[in-house]
């Protein structure tokens, strides 16, 4: 009996360790298995070679449609026929390889659809339409991504924020959109991967109990994730998190979590797939304002009637004109509404905008590498502090605004922004309102169901609907869903409308290398999912090393390039006027602290239609959402090069001089810059300050082993610390 005994509890010891051993070997598998991460795999065509006799071989890349020619295509559509309609055929077909698509484009027959707004959700329903075959045209009073699309916090995420109130809540619509949004995530990385990446999130821990909190809702985040999910949160001790984040304030802090989301260049993203529709078949034209729908006999929309807002910027006179389609979607995020109301006067606003006030700060305010989440702000809010671009951005605020074109983002916001921010960063570090180089307000647009009543209709997600006349709008959602909710929009189109999509039987060579076609089957279906955009086809991690071999650019230029371009980067490079120095080579910044070159210029206005200086400092390169001030300076420069290539007059420099600075107000410019003239700011005038940032440095000293400046200050006493702060306090 004792030896049977002994033997049961020894299979039951070994049945034990073999579970353990298992699970435990489960676990180390997930966590460290190998991981397929967007961006880091090679790219899917070669970089350029040299060829026989040493000959170098650029990648051929499709041409891109002139502004001319797409609105004359917008034009026979409603039976006007136009030399540029003529003429577009063969061009067309030199531009997408394929007779069938250029054919379709030139007929001057009716457009399948016409998309109202050129932002992330309008610009992916062009290309979603577009890329199955329809025939579509997408129009912007303003430039693509004017609006909240280039004005977000910059992150591709599912929003822990969310699914803790879909936990405590029990909210299954919270729920629903942090899933899809997880899914969205690694589609937006895949087929994106130049302009966005993986960014590891700091959520610092001050008591006990929120380790298993933040643990336990870090780890459900992976968990939704599932496949999709890139790298694992984990957990830092103090000393490990004070490493990651040196800035970190140092008081009750136990540790810190660590989850993975996605960063991305939102602007350049809106106009990648913009492009990107464009060389699908898209006819996609930009400050073309629609100024009344048009209706059938039936009382269905059959169209509706547009101007050239640019025209009219170069003093022409801009006669309207019809776009004729089967059917229309109103993708105009805030201004929803204005659209809705053209088709009906009477219909119920459903928008609900809600004001993001975002700041950004010099990069030394962040590790380069890690952001953070505040969770609990003294309001209860939220607040991201994330690095981006080389800088540091902070936001966001969440309050019932108006919507206007270009809101300008509070003082009252900003200052509780920088509050907020000194609250965990450590106590020697003064947060100073002159740190702030560019500030803006985005409006987001949250919608109310119109068949729900006004204190229950309010959704977080995306709401598709469609009007008795036939206007199908799409609203809400946030960026990281603009895929998805493309895909929605465009099936309900196919349905009401009775659409045929054929998909394109002779799809663009986008990667510009013949041999290497996209795989991704165009047969009809959405496959926006695996349709790689322009730019991400020759892209790798290592591009940039070619760049520089080949054109003699800057280290940190040849990354931005490639980082906002992707294969692309090579005509921009080609673009760089040569400098004259031993090296650089080529490349000539427009503002001294920033990688943007000339060549970027004129890139954007000979292939992402740039028709304003503020679509190229602001869309184009993102010099305006780093520092107001430095675009100031660049602004006569980037005025006199669009000139050239567009041939304006002094008449439209004036008139791009005045805008640029009036919405360079809307970033952030301090009051005292608006009255500056093109002359005061091309005599160095804008680093005279008149404002408090004039005092945060000693400017004028002669070097000495004690400056001047400081000599004059009390014993104890540092001009770059707060009177109260307790480094102060225990000197004196």
């Given at each position: 009996?004792?030896t049977r ?31 397929d991460?967007?961006g880091?795999?090679?790219?899917s065509?070669p ?27 917008l ?21 997408v ?5 250029a ?14 707004g ?20 997408v ?26 109130k ?27 991967p ?28 992976d ?24 800035m ?7 540790g ?5 989301d ?7 993203m ?9 060389l ?15 209706k ?9 009637q547009v101007?050239d ?15 004729k ?16 109301k053209?088709?009906?006067?009477n219909?119920?606003e ?13 990069g030394?305010y ?25 800088n540091?951005?902070?936001?966001t ?59 229950e ?16 709008t ?13 895909e929605?929009?465009?099936d ?28 991704t ?11 790689r955009?322009?730019g ?8 940039y ?24 980067a090579?005509?921009?490079a ?8 031993r090296f650089?080579v ?18 954007a ?7 304003t200086a503020i ?15 430095a ?14 290539e ?30 500056l ?8 005038e ?17 070097p000495?082993?004690l ?23 225990e000197?004196q």
């Amino acid at each position: 009996m004792a030896t049977r005994s002994t033997s049961r509890r020894l299979l039951r010891a070994a049945g034990y360790l073999t579970g353990a051993t298992t699970v435990g070997a489960g676990a180390l598998y997930v966590i460290y298995r190998p991981r397929d991460v967007p961006g880091l795999e090679a790219a899917s065509v070669p970089p350029p070679t040299y060829g026989e006799g040493g000959i170098f071989r650029p990648p051929s890349f499709p041409r891109i449609r002139t502004r001319e020619e797409q609105i004359a295509d917008l034009k026979a559509s409603a039976g006007v026929i136009t030399d540029a309609v003529k003429k577009a055929g063969n061009k067309i077909a030199q531009a997408v390889k394929g007779e069938d698509v250029a054919s379709k484009e030139a007929e001057g027959v009716e457009y399948d659809l016409l998309i109202i707004g050129g932002g992330a959700t309008g610009s992916g329903v062009a290309l979603d339409a577009a890329s199955r075959g329809l025939k579509v045209a997408v129009v912007d009073r303003d430039d693509f991504a004017s609006g909240t699309s280039s004005k977000s916090t910059k992150l591709v995420h599912g929003g822990v924020r969310y699914l803790e109130k879909a936990v405590w809540q029990l909210d299954y619509n919270q729920y629903k959109l942090v899933v899809e949004a997880l899914r969205e995530r690694r589609y937006f990385l895949d087929t994106a991967p130049h302009l966005s990446s993986w960014l590891p999130i700091m959520i610092p821990v001050k008591k006990a109990w929120q380790v298993p909190y933040f643990w336990f809702g870090t780890k459900f985040y992976d968990f939704l994730a599932g496949s999709e999910n890139i790298e694992s949160s984990y957990f830092l001790t103090r000393s490990k998190a004070l490493d990651a984040f040196p800035m970190l304030k140092k008081d009750d802090l136990w540790g810190a979590l660590v989850y993975y989301d996605g960063a991305h260049n939102d602007s350049r993203m809106n106009v990648s797939l913009a492009m990107t529709a464009s060389l699908y078949g898209a006819t996609v034209v930009n400050h073309l304002e629609v100024t009344a729908l048009e209706k059938d006999a039936s009382g269905k929309l059959c169209g509706a009637q547009v101007r050239d807002v640019i025209a009219e910027k170069n003093g022409k006179p801009s006669e309207p004109f019809m776009i004729k389609a089967k059917g229309i979607i109103n993708a105009t995020g805030p201004f929803t509404d204005g659209i809705r109301k053209l088709d009906d006067q009477n219909v119920p606003e459903i928008v609900a905008p809600s004001s993001g006030v975002h700041v950004i700060l010099p990069g030394f305010y962040a590790p380069s590498n890690m952001g953070l989440l505040d969770p609990a702000t003294s309001d209860g809010r939220v607040i991201f502090f994330l690095p981006w671009q080389g800088n540091t951005i902070a936001g966001t605020t969440d309050a019932p605004c108006d919507v206007k074109q270009n809101p300008i983002a509070g003082e009252q916001e900003i200052e509780w922004i920088l509050s907020e921010v000194q609250n965990y960063l450590q106590p020697e570090i003064n947060v100073r309102r002159g740190d702030v180089l560019a500030a803006w307000s985005g409006i987001r647009p949250l919608v109310r169901d119109p068949k729900k009543s006004a204190s229950e209709g309010l959704v977080r997600n995306h709401l598709v609907t469609t009007s008795d006349s036939g206007l199908i709008t799409i609203s809400g959602g946030k960026w990281t869903t603009y895929r998805q909710m493309a895909e929605e929009a465009v099936d309900e189109a196919i349905s009401l409308f009775s659409l045929k999509p054929l998909g394109v039987p002779a799809p663009p060579l986008v990667s510009g290398v013949t041999g290497f076609e996209d795989p991704t089957p165009l047969d009809g279906a959405c496959h926006t999912h695996n349709l790689r955009l322009v730019g991400a086809h020759g892209f790798s991690k290592t591009l940039y090393i070619n760049l520089i071999q080949h054109y003699g650019l800057e280290t940190e230029v040849a990354k931005h390039l490639c980082e906002s371009y992707g294969d692309r980067a090579w005509q921009v490079a080609a673009l760089c006027a040569p400098t004259e120095l031993r090296f650089p080579v080529r490349g000539i910044r427009i503002a001294t602290l920033y990688p943007y070159v000339d060549g970027e210029i004129r890139y954007a206005v000979r292939h992402e239609y740039a028709q304003t200086a503020i679509d190229v400092l602001a869309r184009r390169t993102r010099l305006t959402f780093l520092n107001a001030q430095a675009s100031l300076e660049a602004l006569p420069m980037v005025i006199d090069m669009m000139g050239e290539e567009l041939g304006w007059g002094k008449e439209r420099k004036a008139v791009e001089w005045t805008e640029g600075v009036r919405f360079l107000g809307s970033m952030g410019l301090p009051k005292s810059k608006l009255a500056l003239t093109r002359e005061e700011v091309e005599r160095g005038e804008v680093g005279k300050y008149s404002d408090e940032e004039y005092g945060l440095y000693a400017r004028h000293d002669k070097p000495d082993e004690l400056l001047e400046s400081d000599s004059h200050l009390s014993t104890g006493q540092n001009p770059a610390l707060k009177e109260d702060s307790h480094i102060v306090k225990e000197q004196q």
